[in-house]
């Protein structure tokens, strides 16, 4: 069993931009998903979630959903 490590959403976006530009330059996309360390699923995962995010749109979506946490955490 693999183990497992939790990923910042930066280092998701980087490994996101890794993979675009493997295939871009030819690789098959389990090639370059494989190449950057994780699975099919956690790839595509990702992709669903971060995908056409930038960096500074994904500190600020962090930001949100830290303070919704802390307002539904006021309200209950």
Known sequence: MGRKRTH???????????????TTQGKPVSEAVRAIGVTDQTYYRWRA??????LDQ???LRELERE???LRKAVS
């Open 49 to 54: 979630e971060f995908g056409g995010l930038k």
């Open 58 to 60: 994904v500190r600020r």
């Open 68 to 70: 919704n946490a802390r």
């Open 8 to 22: 910042t959403p930066e280092e998701i976006v980087a490994k996101l931009r890794q993979v675009e530009v493997l």
